[in-house]
């Protein structure tokens, strides 16, 4: 069974960094584009970040360019999300998931982690 393990998440003041990690379980983990979505309580999900098979190619949220970079490590099977400069709104759930091709949208994904809280204070 395919799993996505997120961690990294917490209580952070506005303007700190975090880094998110998603460590995933299915193999070969670099046949699998990755991206980052975020739902913060009453809103849809959405699209923060996304990252191709080989690295080479990332994809952002207009919201996070130039304060989230997305990255990953095949040899470890893990994703990261470096996020600086956060904001209260950048308050939310965040989920990593794995698709066959990169692309912004949830319904191209085929397995989900179940999330880590981000809490951004003002």
């Known amino acids: 069974q395919v799993q996505l393990v997120e961690s990294g998440g917490g209580l952070v003041q506005a303007g700190g960094s975090l880094r998110l990690s998603c460590a995933a379980s299915?193999?070969?983990?670099?046949?699998?584009?990755m991206g980052w979505f975020r739902q913060a309580p009453g809103k849809e999900r959405e699209f923060v970040a996304a990252?191709?098979?080989?690295?080479?190619?990332?994809n952002y949220a207009e919201s996070v360019k130039g304060r989230f970079a997305i990255s990953r490590d095949n040899a470890k099977s893990t994703v990261y999300l470096q996020m600086n400069s956060l904001k209260p709104e950048d308050t939310a759930i965040y989920s990593c998931?794995?698709?066959?091709?990169?692309?912004?949208?949830?319904?191209?994904?085929?397995?989900w982690g179940q999330g880590t809280q981000v809490t951004v204070s003002s």
């Open positions: 299915m193999r070969p983990f670099s046949s699998y584009a």
């Open positions: 990252i191709r098979w080989s690295g080479s190619n990332t």
């Open positions: 998931a794995a698709a066959r091709f990169m692309s912004r949208s949830t319904t191209d994904y085929d397995y």
